[in-house]
């Protein structure tokens, strides 16, 4: 599975008075997995459960997360979740299946079912200029359609990166995220010609929002609470807003430059809700990858062509379809995305024709769970123990 996260924290300044918590501590934490509160169906086997929760704990170790929340599907059903480690390491409060986690990049997965259910009621032609839909986006030298946005393909930057990191780093809160989001990059030229080369963009992913709010005649969020969240019975997974008080959602922590576990730098993502904008459960988005496997959310044939590598205008396969990542695993086909940014790294995985999945959220940037999801991921296809953990 190729990595799909969206930008990462910068390192916190040293200057900061921010919280550090010695790194023994959170050693401990992770390997005595503190408390494991598991989901009402546990129907995983006994020795396979034993075996995720030590490959668990030594991520854990070995990456110094405070938190992180697993869910596990086989055959189409939940058969486990669980917490382990802190979801707030001052309070002492334990992460849950039910914790709240920054999805990052994951949004790009919800985005892209919302916006191709819109395709399947012939409210959107996917191939027709964004403007028909988004006539806030100026024209550009070359059109763009709603495909190549999903796919990466429509030549829109990622992320600016200037002196004082005013995107990634954004803490201005937008009461409309996709006309604020449209701010950042909306004038600035493309950096490809559409459909010639794929270049990740969270921003492309706002046009998309944008797109979206066209072709259904509604706000992007409440489209997406009552097409997509909903229906998917993901009864917590909200936008991330910093100005609200959201119950369960977790703390969010980096690592300074000697490797102590400190707060993650503030974040409004209100800017960037169709690509990293959401809050999800390790419950909430197993219960999604069920929908998906499903047929709840998308028609099959939709499904199909949202899981298939996209091509670039010379026949290039890009590995990335609609908001989702191709890969393999153990040999079979995959799908999933990650995502990351400040005080989280997430990663799901759906292995389709086996009707499996793995969700792994964790409360730290700078974390790689892909690893972790993967060799979960294998253990459940192959039916069998896991092989021993590299970490």
């Not at 390491?89 to 999805?103: I, M, Q, S």
């Not at 959107?124 to 806030?136: E, M, N, R, T």
Request: glycine share 10%; charged share 20%; net charge neutral.
């Amino acid at each position: 599975m190729p990595e799909l996260c969206a930008a990462h924290a910068t390192p916190v300044a040293f200057r900061r008075r921010l919280l550090r918590l010695s790194i023994p501590s959170v050693v401990l934490l992770a390997i005595a997995a503190v408390r494991i509160v598991a989901a009402q169906n546990r129907s995983l086997a006994d020795d396979q459960r034993a075996q995720f929760q030590t490959a668990i704990a030594k991520f854990m170790s070995a990456s110094k997360a405070p938190g992180v929340s697993v869910a596990v599907v086989e055959n189409g059903e939940m058969v486990w979740s669980a917490g382990f480690g802190k979801a707030d390491v001052e309070d002492k409060v334990a992460a849950t299946p039910e914790t709240l986690y920054r999805l990052g990049s994951i949004s790009k997965s919800l985005t892209a079912v919302g916006a191709m259910q819109l395709w399947e009621a012939g409210k959107l032609d996917l191939d027709a200029a964004v403007q028909k839909y988004c006539p806030a986006f100026p024209q550009k030298r070359e059109p763009i359609t709603t495909r190549e946005l999903l796919g990466h393909l429509g030549g829109i930057r990622h992320y600016n990166h200037g002196p004082d990191d005013l995107e990634t780093q954004n803490t201005r809160h937008f009461d409309d995220p996709i006309a604020g989001g449209l701010q950042f990059f909306a004038k600035d030229p493309l950096v490809e010609k559409p459909g010639t080369k794929f270049h990740y963009s969270t921003q492309g992913y706002t046009l998309v929002g944008c797109v979206m709010e066209g072709a259904s005649g509604e706000k992007y969020v409440a489209y997406m609470r009552e097409h997509v969240i909903v229906p998917a019975g993901m009864t917590e997974t909200q936008p991330d807003d910093r100005t609200v008080n959201i119950p369960n959602r977790t703390h969010f922590y980096s690592k300074d430059k000697f490797g102590s576990v400190i707060k993650a730098k503030p974040l409004d993502s209100s800017y960037k809700i169709p690509g990293g904008g959401w809050l999800s459960s390790a419950d909430d988005m197993a219960r999604f990858e069920i929908a998906m496997l499903d047929d709840r959310l998308v028609k099959r044939s939709t499904r199909d062509i949202m899981w298939a590598p996209q091509k670039t205008s010379d026949g290039k396969e890009t590995k990335y379809g609609y908001g989702y990542g191709i890969g393999q695993t153990a040999g079979v086909p995959d799908v999933g995305h990650s995502g990351g940014q400040q005080g989280t790294s997430t990663m799901f995985m759906i292995a389709p024709n086996q009707r499996d999945g793995v969700v792994v959220l964790v409360n730290m940037d700078d974390v790689e769970p892909s690893a972790l999801t993967a060799d979960l991921l294998k253990s459940i296809v192959a039916g069998g123990a896991m092989a021993p953990q590299s970490h």
